[in-house]
Nanobody, 118 residues
Framework: QVQLVESGGGLVQPGGSLRLSCAASGSFFSINTMGWYRQAPGKERGLVAFITNGGNTNYANSVKGRFTISRDNAKNTVYLQMNNLKPEDTAVYYC????????????WGQGTQVTVSS
């Protein structure tokens, strides 16, 4: 069974930094695009950033220049480095990935809370 496990969330002051990690485990053949989404209270889940298996990246306008997505294919892990955090970045952050096991499918992590507050 394929699982995505996130880590690295927490409480940080405005202007601070956090690094999120998401590791895929289980039995699968390959991973294509990996990404991060977030959902704030009362709002819909939205894309933060994604990265293809070739390393191409795309970011939401609200995080460009502050967040960096990267991946380590040998470790089946995607990262999100978040700098200059703002209170409006407060949300539950979810990773997802397109993974080929018995068939291609989209998998989601359980979510990790990021709170930006003084």
């Amino acid at each position: 069974q394929v699982q995505l496990v996130e880590s690295g969330g927490g409480l940080v002051q405005p202007g601070g930094s956090l690094r999120l990690s998401c590791a895929a485990s289980g039995s699968f053949f390959s991973i294509n695009t990996m990404g991060w989404y977030r959902q704030a209270p009362g709002k819909e889940r939205g894309l933060v950033a994604f990265i293809t298996n070739g390393g191409n990246t795309n970011y939401a306008n609200s995080v460009k220049g502050r967040f960096t997505i990267s991946r380590d294919n040998a470790k089946n892990t995607v990262y999100l480095q978040m700098n200059n955090l703002k209170p409006e970045d407060t949300a539950v952050y979810y990773c997802n990935a397109a993974i080929s096991s018995t068939a291609w499918d989209i998998y989601w992590g359980q979510g990790t809370q990021v709170t930006v507050s003084s």
